[in-house]
């Protein structure tokens, strides 16, 4: 199974801030990267598909990019809503494989 | 709007059985792949399985191949997950989710709230 790993596995932020979470693969996955939001007691929120694809509806403060076994996650300003755990997804391979997350909080 | 609804989990002893369901809304159901995905306490999450738009093809992690079948009766808009077998690391929330194809791309554009599966004696 390929691997997927996270970091940082959590941060500390202000509003406004710009945030960048990365993911690495453990071998080329292409593009196929697919970022979510989890929120506790909710369901999860698909952000990003095709490593840089925007979901419907999400807004345009978040941005994916990367392609092979980088990819990063940025939010250009944080918002309250944000404070989240952020996970990555590869589909490249099967079985589709998660990252174990990343937890933005408020500083 | 899309709206999928977990319900079924439980408190169960280990080798028992479980049936989860999720019920659809909101879109052409028929039409689309759907997936469980689980997560235990503390981790990342697990794909389980997938079912295609057509329900004629199936897939399983290795976690879970033999013990769980996912099936789906498209004229009630519902997923299912048949649990057998059951053991204590299968103890996790349960989400269902929507791939936005008929055949699965294991990616994922609308997930449920997911349901509580704890097995323990």
């Given at each position: 199974d390929i691997q997927m790993t996270q970091s940082p596995s959590s941060l500390s932020a202000s509003i406004g801030d710009r945030v960048t979470i990365t993911c690495r693969a453990s071998q080329g996955i292409d593009n196929y990267l697919a970022w979510f939001?989890?929120?506790?007691?909710?369901?999860?929120?698909?952000l990003i598909y095709?490593?840089?694809?925007?979901?419907?509806?999400?807004?345009s403060r978040f941005s994916g990019s990367g392609s092979g076994t980088?990819?990063?996650?940025?939010?250009?300003?944080?918002?309250?809503?944000?404070?989240?755990?952020?996970?990555?997804?590869q589909y490249s391979g099967y079985p589709p494989t998660f990252g174990p997350g990343t937890k933005v909080d408020i500083k | 709007e899309v709206r999928l609804l977990e319900s079924g989990g439980r408190l169960?002893?280990?080798?028992?059985?479980?049936?989860?369901?999720?019920?659809?809304?909101?879109?052409?159901?028929?039409?689309?792949?759907?997936?469980?995905?689980?997560?235990?306490?503390?981790?990342?999450?697990?794909?389980?399985?997938?079912?295609?738009g057509?329900?004629?093809?199936?897939?399983?992690?290795?976690?879970?191949?033999?013990?769980?079948?996912?099936?789906?009766d498209d004229s009630k808009?519902?997923?299912y997950l048949?649990?057998?077998?059951?053991?204590?690391?299968?103890t996790a929330v349960y989400y269902c989710a929507k791939d936005p194809f008929a055949?699965?791309?294991?990616?994922?554009?609308y997930w449920g709230q997911g349901t509580q599966v704890t097995v323990s004696s």
């Amino acid at each position: 199974d390929i691997q997927m790993t996270q970091s940082p596995s959590s941060l500390s932020a202000s509003i406004g801030d710009r945030v960048t979470i990365t993911c690495r693969a453990s071998q080329g996955i292409d593009n196929y990267l697919a970022w979510f939001q989890q929120k506790p007691g909710k369901a999860p929120k698909s952000l990003i598909y095709a490593a840089s694809s925007l979901q419907s509806g999400v807004p345009s403060r978040f941005s994916g990019s990367g392609s092979g076994t980088h990819f990063t996650l940025t939010i250009k300003s944080l918002r309250p809503e944000d404070f989240a755990t952020y996970y990555c997804q590869q589909y490249s391979g099967y079985p589709p494989t998660f990252g174990p997350g990343t937890k933005v909080d408020i500083k | 709007e899309v709206r999928l609804l977990e319900s079924g989990g439980r408190l169960v002893q280990p080798g028992g059985s479980l049936r989860l369901s999720c019920a659809a809304s909101g879109f052409t159901f028929r039409n689309y792949a759907m997936s469980w995905v689980r997560q235990a306490p503390g981790k990342g999450p697990e794909w389980v399985s997938a079912v295609s738009g057509s329900g004629t093809r199936t897939y399983y992690a290795d976690s879970v191949t033999g013990r769980f079948t996912i099936s789906r009766d498209d004229s009630k808009n519902t997923l299912y997950l048949q649990m057998n077998s059951l053991r204590a690391e299968d103890t996790a929330v349960y989400y269902c989710a929507k791939d936005p194809f008929a055949a699965p791309h294991y990616y994922f554009d609308y997930w449920g709230q997911g349901t509580q599966v704890t097995v323990s004696s």
